[in-house]
């Protein structure tokens, strides 16, 4: 699975405005629920009820909040670089400002959990992620995040 199948240029965000995580959490909703023909509120529930069983923050300024949604045809990811770092009440304290946001069909199966470990594997690469936070737009942002080797390679 290559992240150009969950991603689409649109649902990248660079220097986005947010000053918590809900905020946060309501504003990557209503743009996966527009990629996904969802309803906003049900995204968000979806994505806010997961958090709240613990943080999505993985360490080292991500966040990768993601859940499971009903009526949803195909797997949608959300890019966001923050425009400043906000706490998100991630595994190592710190604050966050790189969160790619993966919602999945109800029924994925194993397919959840593959989107998920890609990303994550895309995400943990600190070398990569530096790229991603010197990114001046959405269209280098996206270029970067849809090559097929991204973040591959060792940090």
Request: with cysteine.
């Amino acid at each position: 699975m290559e992240i150009a199948d969950i991603l689409a240029p649109q649902a990248v965000f660079e220097r986005l405005k947010a000053p918590n995580k809900k905020k946060l959490i309501t504003d990557l909703a209503a743009c996966a629920a527009q990629a996904a023909h969802l309803d906003a509120n049900t995204v968000f529930e979806t994505l806010w009820e997961r958090e709240k069983l613990s943080s999505t923050g993985v360490g080292h300024g991500i966040a990768i909040p993601h859940g499971r949604v009903a009526k949803l045809e195909k797997i949608v990811g959300v890019f966001a670089h923050l425009d400043e770092a906000i706490d998100y009440e991630s595994i190592d304290e710190a604050p966050v400002d790189l969160v790619f946001a993966l919602l999945t069909p109800a029924d994925a199966g194993a397919d959840h959990l593959k989107a998920l470990a890609r990303v994550s594997r895309l995400m943990r690469n600190a070398a990569y992620c530096e790229k991603l936070r010197a990114a001046n737009d959405r269209a280098q942002l996206y270029a970067l995040l849809t090559e097929p080797t991204a973040g591959i390679q060792a940090a």
